[in-house]
């Protein structure tokens, strides 16, 4: 900085400081593994294909109906082992995950949560495993863990496939017919959102993962026998199991690419509703190709079915207020949804003027959460001039739409005192619903219009009658509560740990603020002290639609709240701020020098990370907090990346 007192020092450079080169580049180790797994599974179908034409195998004419005929038949055997290694997989992984919870709950009994180090070969693991990376055309984020976990997935299918050494190629086809199968009987139990033992954005993971599999394996299946009827020039298309297997094959392969990320994200009404299509086609299709297919697939299309006959008799939520400012919608429900925690999200349906009729539910993060009986109870113990409703700027304030890095605008003023008191009464962003004592729960929504959905929303919002809060012919069904709002798979929270650290741009600082008032409201039984906010905003006008919560937040002398506040776009003056806490700063943020101060400042303290913000953003956070200079033995900074995909 050269002596220059006009520097600020948390604002980033033009030419931005490069981090410590690390002595391995984990991108690149990453992606180099990925594209080699990736390369030698498309070589070897390819292999397969083209040496199936040329062995000389006795030609099957016909595929026995394995699963009634002979079920010890090797074909079949395999698919039961396959299923069940899965099933003592998912357990063992489960018990380990249990034994973790277990495990910090006792240590959350201790003065410290931590009183060892960390072993060399964990921080090894949780700097390489843990770091996140993209698949170009198949994934936008994933961690070299789940690659790897995936490949180790991928392989079981390959020895189940080739041992026990089979006598023909026709054995073998037969046996990657019944793992298509087995595959299919794991994914659709994934694809039910209620799944219990699984949240439900780790099993839609899955759900992919296994549908992937399927196809591979299927098409193995059909090549065999089509490269064999070309070699005996018999006819491809010879009786009516040829014309189910084909069309099985072909609906499985349509499902997969109307799936893809690219389709659901900017086509979903139309994803829904070709994949509900498909599925539904491709059950009858594949059950009478062979009939193991139903035999496999029994319980979880059971499953699946009364899930979703669930989910219909589900009492509809009663709508509270629906309004709009700019292009944000705010909802307001009652419901009667169970244990809902801050991160998570559920599937909002509507019906009404400029909806389809048979409309798909949408996800959306759930922006607060507070009880009807909680308010009436603490404006009792307030006096009486304090007492005021729910205000329109509060109702109107806490936009969030997964990713959450939209610069949004707003021109709220500077909280005054009954704004803010209307604020606390309201319940905030309560991080757990209330029990079975306080039946009036309410769920706060918070949608940016974006698509046909979001848009036909706003519409409803803005054209009702101001006197009227509530549209009468909108009607709305609430799905929930799913997701993972935890650190890591022993559920650490923000409040195990002394330090935290919130990055985010836009209205992405929303999903934060309701952690940070679960941290203010715990400070009893939480140990945070100190919280650091870093965001970037791209207006003056963004910071004032949060300015009311903010200073609510401030309000709470238990914790110690630092925010950095980063504008990004053309502006001739800098905001004044309210409070000592906020300090506002011109251009991108340095977060590399900012986390740097306080891992100097604050070397042996772990670290609960928050990440909402653009990728560029994301990544570079991701890349710092599994770095050496942050995670060591020592300590480690964990992080949570709040980025869902429908």
């Given at each position: ?28 180790i ?21 040496y ?9 004419l ?18 039961i082992y396959y ?9 063992t ?17 201790q ?27 198949v994934?936008?984020?994933t ?36 793992l ?5 009987a ?30 591979v ?21 010879e ?11 072909l ?23 070709l ?20 035999t ?27 309004q ?5 919608t705010?909802?307001t ?29 949408r ?46 605008s ?24 209330s029990?079975?004592?306080h ?11 974006r ?7 706003l519409?409803?919002a ?30 650490h929270?923000?409040t ?48 004032d639609a ?5 200073f ?24 004044s701020a309210?409070n000592?806490a906020i ?29 909402c913000a ?13 770095s ?15 980025l869902?995909?429908?």
């Open positions: 900085m050269n002596g220059s007192s006009n520097v600020d020092p948390l604002r980033s450079p033009l030419t931005p400081t490069t981090s410590r080169k690390l002595p391995f580049n984990r991108r690149s990453i992606t180099t593994i990925t594209l080699c797994a990736v390369a030698v599974s498309v070589i070897r179908l390819v292999a397969y294909i083209y199936s034409a040329k062995l000389q195998d006795q030609p099957v016909t595929l026995p109906d394995q699963a009634f005929e002979d079920l010890l038949s090797p074909a079949y055997c395999s698919a299923l069940l290694t899965m099933a003592a997989i998912s357990a992984y489960t018990a380990y995950t249990q034994w973790q919870q277990r495990q910090l709950e006792l240590q959350r009994e003065t410290f949560l931590r009183s060892s180090p960390f072993s060399p070969l964990s921080t090894l693991c949780y700097r390489y495993l843990e770091t996140s990376f993209s698949i170009p055309l994934t936008s984020r961690t070299l863990r789940s690659a790897l976990v995936v490949l180790a997935v991928a392989v079981l299918n390959v020895l189940c496939t080739v041992y026990p050494e089979s006598p023909s190629q026709a054995h073998t086809s037969n046996r990657t017919g019944y298509s199968i087995a595959n299919f794991l994914l659709i139990p994934l694809s039910i959102r209620s799944l219990g033992w699984l949240p439900y954005d780790k099993a839609i993971s899955w759900h992919r993962v296994f549908a992937v599999l399927a196809f394996t299927a098409t193995q299946h059909g090549c065999y026998h089509l490269s064999e009827r070309l070699e005996s020039l018999d006819p491809i298309i009786s009516s199991r040829h014309v189910t297997g084909i069309s099985s094959l609906i499985v392969g349509l499902m997969l690419l109307t799936a893809h990320e690219i389709v659901r994200a900017n086509q979903y009404s139309w994803f829904r509703t994949h509900l299509t498909l599925f539904l086609s491709f059950t009858i299709s594949a059950t009478l190709h062979n009939a193991a297919f139903l496999l697939n029994f319980v979880g299309l059971a499953a699946w079915l009364g899930s979703r006959v669930s989910r219909k008799l589900q009492a509809p939520p009663k709508v509270i207020s629906i709009s400012t700019g292009r944000i705010h909802v429900l009652e419901h009667s949804l169970k244990d809902i925690t801050a991160g998570q999200f559920g599937y909002l349906g509507v019906r009404g003027p400029g909806f389809t009729k048979y409309g798909w539910a996800p959306f993060s759930f922006s607060g959460m507070h009880s009807q009986i909680e308010e009436v109870a603490t404006e009792e113990k307030e006096p009486r001039e304090a007492k005021t409703t729910i205000s329109r700027l509060h109702l109107e304030q806490d936009t969030h739409q997964r990713p959450g890095f939209h610069h949004e707003s021109s709220a003023q500077v909280p005054d005192e009954h704004t803010v008191t209307s604020i606390e009464h309201s319940g905030g962003d309560r991080p757990a619903a029990k079975a004592d039946p009036s729960n309410l769920v706060d929504l918070h949608i940016h219009s698509g046909t959905f979001t848009t036909a929303l519409k409803a803005s054209q009702q009658d101001p006197e009227s809060k509530t549209p009468n012919q909108v009607r709305m069904e609430l799905d929930g509560p799913y997701g993972t709002p935890w650190l890591s798979t022993a559920k929270y923000y195990d740990f002394e330090l935290a650290l919130f990055v985010c741009s836009g209205v992405g600082i929303t999903p934060w603020l309701a952690v940070m008032q679960h941290i203010a409201t715990k400070s009893r039984s939480s140990r945070t002290r100190d919280v650091h906010i870093i965001w970037s905003i791209h207006e003056p006008d963004t910071y949060f300015n009311p919560r903010i609510s937040l401030l309000r709470q002398a238990s914790v110690t709240f630092h925010i950095h506040v980063y504008i990004t776009g053309h502006h001739s003056t800098l905001p309210f000592d300090t506002f700063h011109s251009g991108p943020p340095n977060i590399d020098q900012y986390m740097t101060q306080m891992k100097e400042k604050n070397p042996d303290t772990d670290v609960g990370v928050g990440v653009f990728e560029m953003m994301e990544q570079t956070v991701d890349e710092l907090v599994h050496s200079r942050f995670s060591d033995e020592n300590a480690r900074w964990w992080i949570k990346k709040e869902f995909r429908i």
